[in-house]
């Protein structure tokens, strides 16, 4: 079974964080994983940086702009991936724009990531019509699972249809908004957690954009099976470096 | 076969919308009205009649005696600089602001590089009083000052992209951004044939006037309304859309698309998208763009601000790797002295932009008898420092 699916069948709230993969350094990309996990991160999106993030506000751009500069290519991802399946138990997911992919050749791409032991994509720019005609069958074959987001704006009717799309779970966007832009969550948020949880779709939903505490956490896995911490992260890797992970994590989730 | 878009929104492989989801309600709600909304007889007279008494349309076609003696050819220019602002743009904004009213939108956002479809915007939204917001990338924001000058006079809000290189690309990044945070009262109006369906699309039909007026007039002029080549610069490709738009799928008339090639194709300083691009997305569009081996997209150079865009519009990126199109690629140095060399032949000092495209003689000869209609998309009253400083005026 693929360790997302079986991550989400775990009891309690699933805490997922979002980095860069090459920041603050180029080597840190391994060492912060390693790090997350052992201070009970339960799932982790290493993001494959883009020169043009479209979806991401400053801090992703940023980051992203930051690795890219010190040499971060998408061989050089999967080489520092090597073997992370020697040590690394927890679900690994790489997050990013379409079209680094598509250079490397999409079924390049999936292969690669199986051999690897990454166990889905977030490819935010790939839409739900050209995946299923182009591009399932090769997710498929690699046991990649391919995770859509959902926004508060997102019909009813589209949700339904990619809950019948989706594997794994729903990358719920908290609001309208690009990463890192929303500090706390109002009635509004609260109305649309409470309306997806009605539509009682059946893969779980993870919360994302918008979380950056215990409490923003706990609103947002409220309804949701769980929520991804990104920006919020990355600044304080910036500002607090790689070896005082604990402190974020104890901050946001005591660890089971 | 068309060369025209089809119905899920590809011009051959090219074009679609590669866009996040919190994009996809907005490009959704225009790509199941835009057609329905442009075509209604009470949005044709409104923008008809602002094309001919805001804009000054039609525009003339003017048969360019003086450079057809010296090129031995039939040269006519379809005078786009005379519209209002300057240049081809506004036939676009103007559209677009109408559309978007009839969308119950009260905001307006857009991109801009050289500063042209800023003022083209800020122009229809003082026109409309509706609040517009234009990104421009930080370093233009420096070139282009009296570009910006004119949205603030207009009533605009300049905001700066001050992400990535600080250009074109940037300023349409933080434009789509601005997009996904404001999703329902925003109308966000491009200013060329790019991004995702339906905008290609769209801002091609609100050109199309430019071509749609070229067969009348050439059939009063000459007795056809077509002419041997349409010849038209290609930055994101708007002005080349427009005039190519209704001879896209009539063999007899030849398409000349002509890029930036800046310092040369081979010198890392270049804007020949189709010659140094691969398929890729930008943008929201499948198309040809500049990019790393690793899929990074790459900042593009030219001398002229409003043709450094890394990417093509679909279309056109089709009509390269179709063969329909004809792909020339002009450096700074031949388009600036073609700039020259039309101002003193014709009394006309065009956009650098434009000039490039008058710059294809050393490249190609024509026939005594053809007739070769080149949009003439801007003027180069904006270009004058970049003339001055280049030819030490």
């Known amino acids: 079974m693929n360790r997302i699916t079986k991550k989400l069948r775990e009891d309690g709230k699933l805490l997922s964080i979002y980095f860069t993969a090459g920041y603050p350094e180029l080597e840190d990309t391994v060492p912060i994983i390693k790090a997350l996990e052992r201070n009970g991160v339960d799932m982790i999106e290493i993001g494959l940086p883009f020169s043009d993030p479209l979806a991401d506000g400053p801090t992703i751009q940023e980051s992203s702009t930051a690795a890219l500069r010190k040499g971060m290519s998408t061989e050089l991802l999967f080489e520092q991936l090597e073997g992370i399946r020697d040590s690394v138990k927890i679900p690994l997911i790489i997050m990013g724009y379409f079209n680094p992919v598509l250079q490397y050749g999409v079924e390049a791409f999936c292969s690669r990531c199986a051999d690897i032991g990454i166990d889905g994509l977030i490819l935010p720019d790939l839409p739900l019509d050209v995946y299923q005609e182009e591009y399932e069958a090769i997710f498929k074959k690699y046991g990649l699972q391919n995770m859509f987001l959902i926004t508060p704006q997102t019909s009813d009717e589209r949700i339904q249809q990619i809950d019948e799309a989706s594997e ?5 966007v908290s609001s309208a908004s690009t990463t890192g832009a929303q500090t706390g969550f109002g009635t509004e948020q609260q109305q649309y957690f409470e309306r997806i949880a009605r539509m009682q779709l059946e893969h779980p939903q993870i919360v994302g954009f918008g979380i950056s505490n215990a409490e923003t956490f706990e609103q947002a896995t409220r309804k949701a099976k769980g929520a991804i911490i990104g920006s919020a992260f990355i600044k304080f890797l910036t500002k607090e470096g790689k070896e005082h992970i604990d402190q974020f994590i104890k901050s946001i989730k005591i660890p089971v | 076969m068309s060369y025209n878009v089809n119905e899920k929104g590809y011009y051959g492989q090219f074009g679609g919308a590669f866009i996040p989801e919190m994009l996809y309600p907005n490009t959704d709600e225009l790509r199941r009205q835009y057609i329905e909304i442009m075509e209604a007889a009470d949005f044709q007279q409104e923008f008809r009649q602002l094309l001919r008494d805001y804009v000054g349309r039609p525009t003339p076609l003017y048969f360019a005696e003086r450079l057809s003696e010296t090129f031995k050819t039939k040269i006519y220019l379809k005078r786009e600089d005379l519209c209002h602002t300057g240049a081809h743009k506004v036939n676009n904004t103007i559209g677009q602001i109408l559309l978007a009213k009839r969308l119950g939108k009260n905001r307006i956002i857009a991109e801009t590089g050289a500063g042209q479809h800023g003022v083209a915007t800020a122009t229809v939204c003082a026109l409309m009083g509706i609040e517009c917001v234009v990104y421009m990338g930080e370093v233009d924001i420096a070139r282009q000052a009296p570009n910006v000058a004119r949205m603030k006079m207009l009533g605009a809000t300049v905001k700066p992209a001050t992400s990535g290189s ?9 434009a789509i951004r601005d997009w996904i945070n404001n999703p329902v009262d925003t109308h966000y109006i491009i200013g060329s044939v790019v991004g995702p369906h339906p905008y290609p699309d769209m801002v091609a039909r609100f050109q199309s006037v430019i071509s749609e007026e070229v067969q009348q007039q050439l059939l009063e002029k000459e007795g056809t309304p077509n002419p041997d080549y349409v010849v038209a610069c290609v930055g994101g490709g708007s002005n080349a859309a427009g005039l190519y738009y209704h001879y896209l799928d009539n063999p007899e008339v030849g398409i000349i698309a002509v890029e930036a090639a800046g310092k040369g194709i081979h010198t890392g300083e270049s804007a020949a998208t189709s ?9 929201g569009s499948k198309t040809l763009l500049m990019q790393t081996p690793d899929g ?32 020339i690629s002009i450096t700074d140095k031949e388009a600036m002295e073609a700039g020259l060399l039309v101002s003193k032949l014709e009394g006309i000092i065009p956009a650098i932009e434009t000039s490039h495209a008058f710059a294809i003689f050393d490249h190609r000869s024509f026939k005594p008898d053809d007739i070769v209609v080149f949009n003439l998309s801007g003027r180069g009253d904006k270009d004058l420092q970049t003339y001055i400083d280049y030819f030490k005026l």
């Open chain 2, 296 to 327: 990074q997209i790459t900042e593009p150079y030219s001398i002229s601000a409003g043709l450094d865009y890394p990417g093509v519009g679909p279309m056109h990126a089709n009509l390269y790797a179709s063969g329909r199109g004809e792909f």
């Open chain 2, 275 to 283: 010659a140094l691009g691969k398929v890729g997305i930008i943008h």
């Open chain 1, 168 to 172: 794994g779970f729903i990358y719920m």
């Open chain 2, 166 to 174: 600080r250009t074109l690309k940037d300023a349409t990044n933080e």
